[in-house]
């Protein structure tokens, strides 16, 4: 066989595999990203196409393009329903894309998981009354674990219910002195009232008797010694 013909052969069965990958792809495509099936329409082995991917950089190189235009086209099908409104595409799309913003989605915990059974008996404690909320503070500080919400208000409820003033008084306390005192100076005002009103009227009455005939405004005024006053 001359050079010629060597050649001429070599190039159909370059045009043969060529064509046959070309085949592949579309019909890897046409069944979904389906390999086996994309072999079983082109009539060719699986082994086939593992050594091309595992030898043919080329053809691997124009699977993965072939593969990102089929994606850019199903993400600008997805948007369109995005645009639409579509709720089902729209999570999706802040499930893939937008886990930076915190949409993510949650798993279940776990009481048990969570929470170790000695913290369940202080948290049990605290319910029954036999643990004070502070006091159940501490415990999780020593076993170290974070302290569960719930403890966090109950703490910060006894605090501002036994936390006093500024003098040393809590406001309980406070109203309770300041209604003895307004009580303890009504009375003395009262005690102050009973002795002097009484005094202060006999006074008068004493003044009322010494002038009484004794006329300022009169020329011929006289004192109680009858004598003229000047």
Not at 5 to 23: F, I, L, T
Not at 146 to 172: C, H, M
Not at 187 to 197: C, G, L, N, R, T
């Amino acid at each position: 066989m001359s050079r010629t013909e060597n050649n001429q052969n070599y190039d159909k069965k370059r045009d043969s595999k060529a064509s046959r990958q070309r085949a592949f792809i579309t019909a890897y495509f046409k069944n979904a990203f389906n390999a086996s099936a994309a072999c079983r329409d082109c009539g060719i082995n699986r082994s086939t196409f593992k050594k091309w991917m595992a030898e043919d950089s080329k053809f691997v190189e124009e699977l993965h393009a072939a593969t990102d235009a089929r994606l850019d086209e199903a993400e600008a099908a997805l948007m369109d329903l995005v645009r639409q409104g579509n709720v089902t595409a729209i999570i999706f799309i802040l499930k893939t894309q937008g886990k930076n913003r915190g949409y993510l989605e949650g798993s279940p915990v776990k009481i048990k998981d969570a929470v170790s059974s000695k913290a369940a008996e202080i948290l049990s404690g605290v319910l029954a009354g036999s643990i004070k909320p502070e006091d159940a503070g501490i415990m999780f500080d020593q076993i170290g674990l974070p302290l569960p919400e719930g403890l966090k208000l109950l703490i910060q409820k006894s605090e501002v219910a036994e936390t006093p003033s500024d003098d040393g008084w809590n406001q309980s306390a406070i109203e309770e002195d300041l209604d003895r005192l307004y009580a303890d100076r009504m009375a003395a005002i009262a005690e102050q009232e009973s002795e002097f009103v009484p005094q202060r009227q006999e006074e008068v009455k004493k003044i009322k008797d010494e002038l009484k005939d004794y006329d300022s405004f009169s020329p011929e005024a006289t004192g109680n010694d009858g004598k003229k006053q000047p």
